[in-house]
Nanobody
Framework: QVQLVESGGGLVQPGGSLRLSCAAS????????MGWYRQAPGKQRESVAM???????NYKDSVKGRFTISRDYRKNTVTLQMNSLKPEDTAVYYC?????????WGQGTQVTVSS
């Protein structure tokens, strides 16, 4: 089992920045990928950014150049730095982790981009 706890959401004006963090605990040695999904009201959950144990990273096209994902293996955390935020980035953001056996989700943190 892997437990994920997110922090760092909130309200920000368009063009602003936020930093989301996710701390993993439990069977962390088995994790092969960590990342972030988001879900806006009335929409499906979508992948925003993902990083694998092999060092690969992937981003949703609309966040490329604005968001940066990083993983700290020593602290067992994954961070999403979000810059130049837009109203369309408003959503609940979920931390995600996967191992060869299962996928795990955090409880979600609200990000609202509004003036």
């Amino acid at each position: 089992q892997v437990q994920l706890v997110e922090s760092g959401g909130g309200l920000v004006q368009p063009g602003g920045s936020l930093r989301l963090s996710c701390a993993a605990s439990g069977s962390i040695f088995s994790i092969t990928a960590m990342g972030w999904y988001r879900q806006a009201p009335g929409k499906q959950r979508e992948s925003v950014a993902m990083t694998t144990s092999g060092g690969n990273t992937n981003y949703k096209d609309s966040v490329k150049g604005r968001f940066t994902i990083s993983r700290d293996y020593r602290k067992n955390t994954v961070t999403l730095q979000m810059n130049s935020l837009k109203p369309e980035d408003t959503a609940v953001y979920y931390c995600y982790a996967a191992n060869p056996y299962a996928a795990y989700w955090g409880q979600g943190t609200q990000v609202t981009v509004s003036s």
